[in-house]
């Protein structure tokens, strides 16, 4: 498609469930990115793929945050374990390549953890 | 640290009316700048990018201008128009990872 499509729109989740994002990164975009919102308009790195591979994940809290992007599917963010701290809204971008091109957003999944 | 600044976090501008933001980077590394337009509840939108090896880039009502030697970058919007009303960043991706480096952001409110 011609635009990142993430899917839901909103969460919620008890302490301690999973949660589970999807990502549709716009055809032909090699690049997805993730990045969290916690406060207002602070955006922090999580992961990055090249195609279906880990390009960096240096933002993953490792421990209970995992991500993968498979051939012919969407892109997937999962958060084991969820705790009040993940509640966020997740953005997925993707750009044709790595580098000085612009990556283009999602509109977000907002997650709540109560 | 840092890297990438916008240290007006509100402006407001009359309608018809020339909107400068502005944005301060320390990382002499980055080469490439992004300006995005974000509504509430929305993604951020991409309006237009600028390379080191330039010092000007326009589309449309929307131009960006980059100044290396004081590390600083402004977007020009003329005519400021209501739908500009907005939160516009500033961000530079990492040489090393892509990833972007983003500044705080500045509330853009284009007054009747």
């Known amino acids: 498609g011609e635009e990142v499509a993430q899917t839901p729109k909103h969460l919620v989740r008890g302490e301690g469930q999973k949660a589970k994002l999807y990502c549709a990164p716009i055809?032909?975009?090699?690049?997805v990115f993730w990045y969290q919102q916690v406060l207002k308009n602070e955006f922090k790195f999580l992961i990055s793929?090249?195609?279906?591979?880990?390009?960096?994940e240096t933002g993953m809290p490792k421990e209970r945050f995992s991500a993968k992007c498979l051939p012919n599917s969407p892109c997937s963010l999962e958060i084991q374990a969820t705790k009040l701290e993940d509640s966020a809204v997740y953005f997925c971008?993707?750009?044709?390549?790595?580098?000085?091109?612009?990556?283009?957003f999602g509109d977000g999944t907002r997650l709540s953890i109560l | 640290d840092q890297q990438v600044k916008q240290n007006s976090p509100s402006l407001s501008v009359q309608e018809g009316r020339i909107s400068i933001l502005n944005c301060d980077y320390t990382?002499?590394?980055?080469?490439?700048f992004l300006w995005y337009k974000k509504y509430p509840a929305e993604g951020p939108t991409f309006l237009i990018s600028?390379?080191?090896i330039k010092d000007k880039n326009e589309d449309g009502r929307f131009t960006v201008f980059l100044n290396k030697s004081a590390k600083h970058l402004s977007l020009h919007i003329v005519p400021s128009q209501p739908g500009d009303s907005a939160v516009y960043f500033c961000?530079?991706?990492?040489?090393?990872?892509?990833?972007?480096?983003w500044g705080a952001g500045t509330k853009l409110i284009i007054k009747p």
């Open positions: 793929f090249q195609n279906e591979n880990v390009f960096d």
């Open positions: 990382n002499s590394m980055f080469d490439y």
């Open positions: 971008a993707s750009s044709t390549h790595g580098r000085n091109q612009p990556q283009h």
């Open positions: 055809k032909g975009h090699s690049y």
């Open positions: 961000a530079a991706p990492m040489d090393s990872n892509y990833q972007l480096i």
């Open positions: 600028i390379s080191s």
